[in-house]
């Protein structure tokens, strides 16, 4: 296997390449979470470019669970990306997954890649669950970048590669998108979307067109959310708990600015259960609570299903009650808060 730290940011692009020698690959598949969000798709975009280029010939595919997210598709109006809808895993040499770091994020498909027992790249900047590691032929995975298009973006300068206006203008929405239009930007966020800027990059129009009106559905499921609730006090924090049947990341936000710090939002669906968590950057500071790490994650291995994400906004898929779901992330919670 190969694999690498973060902080070989050099020998990151040379890793890459030696991998890509020790076999003729001809055919990848790169997959993107369910639902796949403007960082994963786009990221995923260029990273089929820099593949090409870095082995002439070979034919990559990109494939997104359940189709691009509702955001993806409106920023593909401007940013064309080509999915195939039936992806030939078998016919494929070389598996990618982008911005995925659990099996679980690729509902079916994940228990298909773990079988075909296929060389695996990740390209990631979530916290990676252990199974998926133990999967990884090569980790392209960065912790501290703030998106899966840092990354990709980084790799491809490396390597030389000329990006086109749309393929800049796909990763100035994928890394907009994913820090929140640059709330959570670090400084080398800000020294990469200036490069891509001066790739003909009109701001204020590329902002523009991430605007996307509130669905009903969505306006409802936030109200139901607040309607449920329920508030745990943890010392100086608050907590707040809720369920609705869809939207349960979109409702966590909501309920984060409704005033709590943390908040914990499942729903079931077809048997199976998703629980999003989300808070606020100064109760990840203060307390050190990793949503991803230390809490996502372990409520997946309780409960047989797969959990990850960052420090402030995370996601758990598995089975069982969703009560006892939502029970043992909040007592998981507070036991580290003390």
Avoid at 78 to 89: A, E, G, I, W, Y
Avoid at 185 to 199: D, N, P, S, Y
Wanted: glycine share 8%.
């Amino acid at each position: 296997m190969f694999s690498f730290l973060a902080k070989q940011k050099v020998l990151r692009l040379k890793v890459l390449k030696i991998f890509l020698r020790r076999k003729f690959f001809q055919r990848a598949l790169i997959l993107c979470h369910h639902n796949a969000d403007p960082d994963a798709l786009f990221a995923s975009f260029v990273f089929s470019k820099l593949l090409r280029r870095l082995r002439p010939g070979l034919r990559a595919d990109i494939f997104a669970v359940q189709g691009p997210s509702d955001m993806s598709k409106l920023l593909m109006k401007h940013v064309p990306v080509k999915l195939v809808d039936f992806p030939k895993l078998k016919e494929a040499d070389l598996l990618v997954l982008v911005d995925t770091s659990t099996m679980g994020q690729l509902d079916e498909w994940g228990a298909k890649v773990e079988r075909s027992g296929k060389p695996l790249i990740l390209v990631d900047h979530h916290t990676v669950h252990p199974n998926t590691r133990k999967l990884a032929s090569l980790m392209l995975v960065d912790g501290k970048a703030k998106s899966a298009c840092e990354i990709v973006y980084r790799l491809c300068r490396q390597a030389g590669l000329r990006l086109s206006k749309k393929e800049a203008l796909g990763l100035f929405f994928g890394i907009a998108y994913e820090t929140k239009a640059f709330r959570y930007a670090t400084a080398q966020t800000f020294r990469i979307l200036a490069e891509l800027v001066g790739k003909g990059i009109h701001v204020e129009k590329a902002l523009a067109a991430m605007y996307k009106p509130m669905s009903r559905s969505e306006r409802i499921a936030r109200l139901k959310a607040a309607e449920r609730l329920q508030i745990h006090k943890l010392n100086e924090w608050l907590l707040a708990v809720s369920n609705v049947n869809s939207h349960q990341a979109s409702a966590a936000r909501g309920l984060l600015t409704l005033g709590c710090h943390v908040a914990v939002v499942g729903g079931e669906k077809k048997g199976q259960v998703r629980v999003s968590l989300r808070s606020t950057p100064d109760f990840y500071e203060e307390t050190g609570i990793h949503l991803g790490r230390d809490v996502a994650m372990m409520v997946g291995e309780v409960f047989s299903g797969t959990g990850g994400g960052h420090p402030t906004s995370a996601g758990v898929n598995c089975q069982g009650d969703l009560n006892q779901i939502l029970f043992e992330a909040v007592k998981l919670i507070k036991a580290q808060v003390g």
